[in-house]
């Protein structure tokens, strides 16, 4: 559907996922039994619900071409958001990834995105 996705990634996890050549998802995405990304439309939703006043994050995108029938693209959890979201059954090759940037927190507290998120 979309050439890209994002999905937010402490740093520590990232730092382990350098080291193995893959990203084995949160301790969330474990539980949830797959990688949870969202859209560039989707992105700051997701960042005000599931990772609201969280520091030291990594915005990673990912090209979906690279990651296959692994990716499903299925509706959140309940419903209760409108829209598919890109679930990833299985780790997130890094050969995959596009870029990996800071995702600092403002003043305000929410989460500043780089140029092109809209």
């Avoid at 996705?5 to 382990?16: G, K, L, N, P």
């Amino acid at each position: 559907m979309e050439p890209l996705i994002y999905t937010m990634v402490r740093a520590a996890d990232w730092r382990e996922a350098e080291a193995l050549g893959e990203y084995r998802g949160s301790a969330e995405d474990r539980r949830d039994g797959f990688l949870h990304f969202s859209t560039a439309a989707q992105i700051r939703a997701s960042a005000a619900k599931h990772r609201a006043g969280e520091a030291d994050l990594l915005l990673v995108e990912a090209e979906t071409a690279a990651l296959g029938p692994a990716l499903r693209w299925e509706p959140a959890a309940g419903g209760k958001r409108p829209g598919l979201f890109p679930h990833l059954y299985g780790a997130l090759p890094l050969s995959a990834v596009r870029s990996a940037v800071p995702l600092p927190l403002g003043a305000d507290g929410t989460h500043r995105f780089p140029p092109g998120i809209p």
